[in-house]
């Protein structure tokens, strides 16, 4: 042994060690499995660009998608009482939501904001998956008035792009009667001669999709979303029938009328523009 390998090797392993890269560079595609650099993942709007699968996204980054450049403001949402059931599974539900908060940095499963698209105003709500699945309780049902009432108030469309899994067990009964309250939230824009957009992504499932996430004068999808109320196993048990492959894919629901459009990501934000233009009687401003 000799300083070559008892001082200078250790050293040169140190300072070239595999820890020190970051781990975040390269993120897999769950769908064809290549491996992509997290900056060209980011630029494509989380799209794959080897088979188009379209990644989950947070809350923000739909605002930042969705939205013109530094053009929105987010709003206070109320906020109803926590824990109102004092409800316990294998974990207290108090801890669940802290827990939640500190993951996604959101009060709830839900985001509201106002600003433009395509020099347009709007009111913009996105669910958040990664808050509890983005299960619906008293305040996104809390969240969807408040959206209503701002989208009324300003005179412009309200726009809600969902992804949930659906009615928020741990609030019960209460997590329920946010159905028959998000619809009539829908039914205040409507009764205002405003248009209502449903932007369904992956997954929209159980009371939302039995809600007002149908419920929109124009219904858009991302392509591969999965939506649909129970899952596609409860389905075949309960009617005994073997069910068309992907009958619950934004594609198949398309092909039978149940929804409007299928759009890109990256195409989101101009056919938005595009539809408030149409439905406002406006000429959406071109882009800067």
Known sequence: MNWLTEYVRPKIRTLFALSSVPDNLWRQCPSCQQMLFHRDLTANLKVCSHCGHHMRADSTERLDWTFDENTYTRIELPRPVADPLRFRDTKRYADRLKDAREKTHT??????????IGGQKAVVAVMEFNFIGGSMGAAVGDAIVAAAR?????????IIFTASGGARMQEGAISLMQMPRTV??????????????????DPTTGGVTASFAMLGDIQIAEPGAMIGFAGARVIEQTVREKLPEGFQRAEYLLEHG??????KRTEMQATLARVIGLLMQQEPKAAA
């Open 184 to 201: 009539i939230a829908t039914r205040m824009v409507k009764d205002a001669g405003l248009p209502f957009i449903v932007v369904l992504t």
């Open 150 to 158: 701002l989208a009324v108030l300003q005179h412009v469309p309200l």
């Open 107 to 116: 009060e709830d499963a839900i985001t509201v904001a106002h600003g433009t």
């Open 258 to 263: 149940i929804i409007d459009m299928v759009v």
